[in-house]
């Protein structure tokens, strides 16, 4: 076995011998040809690289539609529809059972603070008063009694204890009683309008069932909803806005607003915010709660109105930023850039901006949402 491995190995190394020797030979004459195809391999592969490398730098050109950025005077307005809300809606209540034996009101009936507007029997209610009054005065004379006793050493200090316990468990259920006789009539809280009655009389109700549903129009309001772009600035510049509303309902009056109240939770569907204005001036007495109104937003009357930016509405970035931005696009180097801006109201395709743009510049008013800072363009609509 031995034998056999020494065998294989001393063929093994003779083999490697002559294989060497006849590489050395052979060297002389294949080194030129290999040389020669090695170069030429190599030459072709920098030629090839040559001609392809300024081809992977060639970039295509970006071509966009630019506008000129205007300067004139407008008018800017918007008018969006509106709903007439009282100051405040409660629905009243009787805080015990019992059978209304009173109903003083009607919808539509005006009435004054503190007047009556329920009301239930209140036989029950008086009886329970004369027995916690009767319980009151036999406690109190009980106590008198203890209390003299108890000063000439003649009751003990328990018995005046128990009989002072006594009258305070009368006066509390005489107050009591007292209470609830008390609410057996709802008065109206504030000077109101009845919009709606839920019940009628001589029927018996639970305590917490609506009785009646009061308006109070002390100041009557208007509630819109604004679209996100008119609400922003509607927010952060109340006062540069002349607000006026007019009603279907009640031709000829034209009601003056205020801003009362700004809702900042935004309708899912529609993406608007409800705005809450109190009517001002004389309010015309046709006007009720639930009339639709046309409110009209402008800007503020000046003597001498400037003359403001305007820019198509396809000019303004729309993608997801914390603030609208518009590209600018620059002619000496062919180059265009973002901008921060600050919109005003929309006019039709228009929209005007306030703030960060200046007339006469070019702005991208198509193709910008294939752009980025410093990108050089070519343009069209010029």
Do not use: C, H
Not at 33 to 59: G, S, W, Y
Not at 61 to 67: A, C, D, L, Y
Not at 205 to 224: F, G
């Amino acid at each position: 076995m031995n034998s056999n491995r020494e065998t294989r190995s001393l063929k093994r190394i003779v083999f490697v011998i002559a294989v060497a020797a006849v590489s050395a030979v052979a060297v002389p004459f294949v080194s030129p040809f290999l040389t020669d195809v090695l170069a030429q391999t190599a030459t072709d592969t920098l030629e090839a690289e040559v001609d392809t490398r300024p081809a992977a730098n060639v970039e295509r050109p970006v071509t966009v539609e630019v506008t000129r950025a205007l300067n004139r005077v407008v008018s800017q307005s918007r008018s969006v529809a509106g709903r007439v809300e009282p100051a405040r809606t409660v629905d009243l209540a009787f805080q015990i059972p019992g059978q209304i034996i009173r109903l003083e009101v009607e919808p539509g009936d005006t009435i004054r603070e503190g007047e009556v507007i329920a009301e239930l029997d209140q036989i029950d209610f008086e009886l329970a008063v004369d027995r916690a009054q009767a319980s009151y005065d036999l406690a109190n004379s009980e106590l008198a009694r203890a209390s003299d006793l108890a000063d000439r050493g003649v009751a003990s200090d328990a018995r005046l204890n128990t009989a002072r316990a006594q009258f305070v468990q009368a006066e509390v259920a005489l107050r009591e009683a007292e209470r609830r006789l008390s609410q057996t009539k709802i008065v109206a809280p504030f000077d109101a309008i009845v919009a709606r009655t839920f019940v009628e009389e001589y029927v018996n109700v639970t305590s917490a069932a609506p009785v009646a549903r009061l308006q109070d129009v002390s100041e009557m309001r208007l509630v819109i909803s604004l679209p996100e772009e008119l609400a922003a600035i509607a927010r952060s510049a109340p006062d540069a806005f002349e607000i006026v509303a007019t009603f279907p309902a009640v031709p000829g009056y034209t009601a003056p607003l205020v801003l009362r109240s700004f809702a900042t939770d935004a309708d899912r569907t529609a993406q608007t915010y409800d705005v809450e204005f109190a009517i001002t001036g004389d309010i015309d007495p046709r006007l009720l709660p639930g009339m639709t109104a046309d409110v009209r937003i402008s800007i503020a009357a000046e003597a001498d109105r400037p003359q403001s930016v305007i820019v198509p509405v396809s000019a303004v970035d729309t993608t997801s930023r914390t603030e609208p931005s518009i590209w600018i696009y620059e002619e000496t180097s062919g180059q265009v850039a973002r901008r921060a801006v600050r919109l005003g109201l929309p006019i039709n395709n228009e929209i005007v901006v306030l703030d960060g743009l200046k007339g006469n510049e070019l702005v991208v008013s198509g193709g910008w949402w294939r752009l980025r800072d410093n990108q050089t363009v070519t343009v069209s609509g010029l």
